[in-house]
């Protein structure tokens, strides 16, 4: 994980961006970059350095030694043997060999999740009193899909080996085969480009490639006998087709938001990179319906006016921080699409912990975005496992692309009497991927210390919040530890932790992002107190048990410092 | 809804059940029965007239009235409007025509899931520090059907009609034409019954049907080109195919319990029953893996050994009361096995708020069972709009049968080394139908009294906990209104309701199921509190506003007794 480091030099300091990899069993820590004299600048240029590998990436000019792709390559391999043996995520079916693109979490992989589903739910859900959640199918009828452009346009070029029968994305092949920018092809050109550059089949070696062909994602299915359906690729269709219900049961207001955390379901034909293409994956996506008339108005606007964006688009070079109303008056973004990016930056900022240098909102260029995304911002976090930024969500201003399509199939007027007059609400969409999210938190937050490994998780995303741990082997030592953890087991998910040395109990507690440890000592009988133990900084405070749950809860909330909730031991 | 109501006569009380009907506009009282003199004596001959009635309907000799059955209709009727325009439910993708066995969640109901799901976690899954949940895939390789058994044996018989290409579950013509128990019949008995009665086709009513089939009830689907998979028709599966990686990763301790709450999708051939014959439907599922040997034995057999269970077997006439003990010393039911059984009932009756009278547990007979379930009690509820008792849940011994399928089919070894030993460990399932407990729900709390229709859910389940009402239209007492309004909704779902006189608020609010209404009054500037009314006996209270947080929370996990909680208003 690449880190910035502050050097005293000879009583001044110059700021260098490091990063741990292990090698073998031993932790090596390599210098990338000179970073500059100031905290500011050193973070800017991080966040270039990181951007520019970025773009190498990405253009698949891969200039980094061999030695560094290895050890990146390990990190990824680390969390997956950490998520594997602590029970976070697997491969699912891995006793029947399991299918790619399928994960399953395990106990503390579904904590992660579910802490990470109420936070979003807590955050952005409840920016507005009239946001809801509903629960619609993950299988719809056709119909449903043909409205959405699905049917006809989900597709991925595909192309078959007529020696061996595998078939592959043609645009991957073409990318494995040094062809830039594959996906701008069209169908004929991939398949001429294929047979001119002589391209062999991966698996067989043959040159005996089929024409390419489009290849529609979704899964279909037959409910009943012969009724063709799918499952959904997104979630957001099994909201748009119910905007009618739940505007007419909230009320009939404007702007209404309603979203969704379920399933999605893609047949990727390679899926890859982890949880980046999954064939089944979670969405949380909220739709907020508005009057296209005030989109350029929010009744909440000066909370973030002055609130810098981190952004940058497909013709700049670099990351720039510009103000929500420089955005609106110069770039002419809107200013109920910026008030929402505003509040997206400041999750994964100040909820999530992202780092600042580690986070973006990347505009699409005209090319990239989906045809009826008006606005179109992917929210970006920096892998390390994958070098480079990566999409973990997305702003969509989607028009009423979504309504008029129902309302076209469907036959159903869809449009609303409101503000005196009947309009066709038009559609900000706030999408996020949560298993990417998850995997960008365990790539953030994983690091190899010289103590082991850690998980510097934030407290309210870790999985177990506390350990309560006994030292000594006594009943009534015990029965104070068994009481401690009764007591504080109602409201939070708290650990029992009663074997191994004490160095070796905090060890799995930082393996698997326990931000605190509680020991029963031989002074808690007599005093009635325990110790907190801190994970980040192993700092440890004095707790009377009588306070210890409100001081946990305040301390897992940021409510309070760590030093000054109770008496700091030197 | 039935209910019993206390006469007095003459100074002497009497006990009645009576039930409310809506005829028309008005709401009509019916006595249905009389229960004698004691409230005891009272409850139980109320649940026997329920399972008469229950018992009447299953073997199709339907004496009630048509009238009667007609306001039983009316009940489901209201439900499902109250639950359409207020946003709990209603049919997916009705701009489509919907297909049926498809419902969607709206914003209110979605509330009310979460809420259910979240006290099953705190009740069900939070039993033994060991019980875990974890997320498996929706999309599940064929091989894990064929262990199962659902590949060769999930199936149901179908008919076709040669005429009009109608299909029909073959059994339920069956039972519609008169026959009992017709899922005892083998396929040929079937269609030589069928041919014999000279049954109609109930579509264009000819008599030419084609011989009974199996119809497999998975939906399949093609992963990547041509890899058939399956939806999971039970959450189950995907928890018993990593029992393996979540033994280790909880540190190999016995009993491990796995839970999931998950959808699970089954093509049924006729949906119907609303809630009961979904083709998409959520399941909450606890697997509790241990060892056999110690099946008579549970850690805290003391706390249930006393507890009276409500069970029916099928050979018995009555539900009975009895103490787990007698269960176990009587009729052989293991104490692990009872003791879970007690929990469920105590999350029915204490937690859910299932009158005791519409609860019972009820043991199916060799007949009625899965193969591989050695012991088998349903949970089951009284619902009003079907009728009779019906399955909500269930309590399975399951054996070895699927651990030893996987093993089989898998060829690896599921056996883990604990106390001592290799163990093939058994399975003891604890299953509920999410969906048919929120009808279960709607039926048990849904009635019409004189001042319109009331959801009088238990608080903790209700979607919205408290509405904040202004009644004053002026600035000074609207910005307490937002304050309250503000302070409560950090950790509580509140509504904020300004418009239409107070009594129609009160309605609004009763209709949904909010239990408490706030309202800021004239006094409220000057005496810095605020009015709560209980939705339940329309009792009001004064609190103070900063005691108002704590008092609401309170109140709504019963801690404190409504008129205790605040001076009470005469």
């Known amino acids: ?55 190498k990436e990405n253009l698949n000019e891969n200039t980094e030694t061999k030695n560094e792709s290895q050890n990146l ?10 998520a594997l043996s602590k029970g976070f995520f697997f491969p699912t079916a891995g006793i029947y060999g399991s299918s790619s693109g399928f994960y399953t979490y395990g106990h503390l992989g579904k904590l992660l999740k579910n802490n990470w589903e109420n936070l979003w739910r807590k955050n952005i859900l409840s920016l507005e009193s009239n946001f809801h959640e509903i629960q619609s199918n993950n299988i719809l009828p056709e119909k449903v899909f043909i409205a959405s452009g699905h049917v006809d346009k989900f597709n991925d070029p595909m192309i078959e080996c007529r020696n061996c029968h ?23 050109e991939m398949t001429k480009t294929i047979k001119e550059k002589k391209i062999k089949c991966p698996q067989c070696g043959k040159i005996n490639f089929s024409d390419v062909k489009q290849f529609n994602m979704m899964f279909s299915l037959n409910v009943g006998f012969n009724q063709k359906e799918y ?3 997104e979630t957001a269709q099994g909201v748009y087709i119910h ?51 005030k989109i350029n108005e929010h009744e909440k606007w000066e909370e973030v006016e002055k609130y810098k964006l981190i952004v940058k688009n497909s013709k700049e070079e670099k990351v720039r921080e510009v103000k929500c109303e420089e955005l609106n008056s110069k770039n002419k973004i809107p200013k109920f699409y910026l008030f929402y990016a505003a509040k997206v930056q400041e999750f994964y900022l100040d909820v999530l912990k992202v780092p600042k240098e580690k986070f973006l909102l990347r505009e ?56 005196g007059k009947k309009i066709l609400p038009h559609v900000l969409e706030l999408s996020f991927g949560v298993d990417r999210n998850i995997w960008a938190l365990m790539d953030l937050f994983y690091s190899v210390g010289k103590e082991g490994s850690m998980l510097e998780l934030p407290a309210t995303l870790s999985p177990i919040k506390a350990s309560v741990i006994p030292i000594v082997k006594k009943k009534e030592f015990e029965d104070i530890a068994r009481d401690v953890f009764s007591d504080l087991s109602k409201d939070l998910v708290i650990s029992y ?28 009988l007599k005093n009635k107190d325990v110790t907190i133990r801190d994970r980040d900084t192993t700092k440890q405070i004095r707790v009377k048990i009588s306070k210890l749950s409100g001081t946990l809860k305040k301390l897992i909330e940021g409510e309070i410092e760590f030093s000054k909730a109770g008496k700091l031991l030197k």
Chains 1, 2 share one sequence.
């Open 1 to 55: 994980m690449a880190f910035i480091v502050k050097k005293n030099i000879n009583g001044k300091y110059y700021f260098y961006l490091n990063e741990n990899n292990r090698v073998g069993t031993k932790v090596k820590t390599k210098t990338l970059a000179y970073l500059g004299k100031d905290r500011e600048e050193a973070e800017k240029k991080m966040r270039e350095f990181l951007e520019k590998r970025t773009i």
């Open 73 to 82: 390559k390990t990190k990824a391999e680390e969390i997956n043997k950490i």
């Open 166 to 188: 595998s078939r592959f994305r043609a645009d991957n092949l073409l990318e494995e085969n040094g062809i830039e920018n594959p996906e701008t092809l069209g169908l004929d």
């Open 231 to 233: 499952l959904s690729p």
């Open 243 to 293: 905007f009618l219900e739940e505007f007419r049961a909230t009320r009939e207001k404007l702007p209404l938001g309603l979203a969704s955390i379920d399933k999605a379901y893609r047949n990727e034909i390679s899926p890859r990179q982890m949880f980046f293409r999954l064939r089944e994956f979670t969405q949380a996506e909220l739709q907020i319906f508005f009057n296209p008339e």
């Open 364 to 419: 699409l260029s005209e090319n990239e975005k989906a045809f009826y995304n008006k606005i179109h911002f992917d929210v970006e976090v920096y892998f390390d496992t994958l070098k480079g930024f990566k999409e973990v969500g997305g702003i969509h201003y989607r028009g009423n692309h979504d309504l008029s399509g129902h309302q076209k199939t469907s036959g159903k007027n869809m449009e609303v009497f409101y503000d």
């Open 497 to 524: 932790d009663e074997s191994g040395s004490i160095g070796r109990r905090y060890a799995r507690n930082d393996e698997i992002g326990t931000p605190y440890c509680i020991t029963i000592d031989g002074d808690s």
